[in-house]
Structures are given as structure tokens and as C-alpha cells.
């Protein structure tokens, strides 16, 4: 299985490699628009371009095999043996001790701050 991993993953960086080079060699479909409003061939401006050319058929196999790779990399990793323990819902709640008595102050309920003085808790005036 992880030969097959593998094998899906170089495929689709090098899938994504070559569309990303046929996208970058491609003539735009706006790059004549200078041109032709002053060379009187402005009806052809955003027509139609006829029939794809080789370029763009290869964009869209590369892609094809882009978008196959990434669905069966995702098939692959939802494909997995299930745990011991089974589902995270299959497991028992966890009961969380209730505290005995509620905390005097918001100092005493952080995790390791040091506790007030006992003249401070007590009332008594703190020196100035």
C-alpha cells in the first residue's frame, strides 16, 4: 500500500509540475486586445477561439490526472484500520470530579499561582 502512495503522490506533483508549465506557455485569450481595436479585427475581441489547440487539451488532461491523484490520496487516507478502541463516540464520557468547595478567589483557581497570604485573606490591611 505504500508503494501505491507513493506512486499516486509523484504522480501528481509531476501532473501539477507540467499544468503549471502549460498554463505559463499559453497564449491569453486578452493579449491581441491592443491590437485589434486598431487593426479592424474587434469582432474576433472575446468570440469565440474555434477548436482547442494541443496546449489547452494537455492543461486539461494534466488536470484530470491532478484531480484522480487527489481523490485517490484522499480515498487512501480515509482508508484506514480502525483503532482498538473504536470510534472517539464509541468511547465512555469522561466524568470530571466536581471540587468540594468553590475557590475564595480567581487568584486560587489558575494552575500554579502561588496562594494569598493568610493576612490578606483574612481581612486584615495590606502595609503600604
Known amino acids: 500500500m505504500n508503494l501505491l502512495m507513493n506512486l499516486i503522490v509523484v504522480l501528481q506533483i509531476v501532473a501539477a509540475l507540467a499544468m503549471i508549465g502549460l498554463v505559463l506557455i ?5 493579449a491581441d486586445m491592443g491590437a485589434s481595436f486598431g487593426s479592424g479585427a474587434s469582432g474576433s475581441l ?14 486539461a ?3 484530470a490526472v491532478f484531480f484522480a491523484c487527489t481523490l485517490g ?6 482508508d484506514r484500520a480502525p483503532s482498538a478502541s473504536g470510534s472517539v463516540l464509541d ?6 470530579p466536581a471540587a468540594s468547595a468553590p475557590a475564595a478567589s480567581g ?3 489558575i494552575p500554579g499561582a502561588a496562594p ?12 503600604k
Open 26 to 30: 499559453q497564449h491569453g485569450k486578452g
Open 91 to 96: 468511547r465512555p464520557a469522561v466524568q470530571v
Open 116 to 127: 494569598a497570604p493568610a493576612a490578606v485573606a483574612s481581612g486584615a490591611a495590606a502595609p
Open 61 to 63: 488532461a494534466c488536470a
Open 107 to 109: 487568584v486560587a483557581q
Open 73 to 78: 490520496l484522499a480515498f487512501h487516507a480515509n
Open 46 to 59: 472575446f468570440g469565440a477561439t474555434g477548436s482547442a489547440n494541443f496546449l489547452s487539451r494537455s492543461t
